[in-house]
């Protein structure tokens, strides 16, 4: 495994680091839409408690 050391002391590329995190980010909105199929009243909930944050907030 000498090449994920290698790749420990090196700085990583900005490249690489926005691709993982675009990864990354893909992945969660996944996982948020799947758990929002499957449990379709906490998500509704979820986004009410949101929707109140929202309208309470002072700017």
């Given at each position: 495994m000498p090449d994920e050391h290698d790749r420990a002391r090196q700085p990583?590329?900005?490249t690489e680091r926005r691709r993982r995190r675009a990864q990354?980010?893909?992945e969660l909105h996944e996982a948020k839409a799947l758990r929002d199929r499957v449990?379709?009243?906490r998500a509704?909930?979820?986004?009410?408690?949101?929707?109140m944050r929202m309208?309470?907030?002072r700017w």
């Open positions: 990583e590329s900005d990354f980010l893909r449990q379709p009243r509704r909930a979820a986004r009410m408690r949101q929707a309208r309470t907030f």
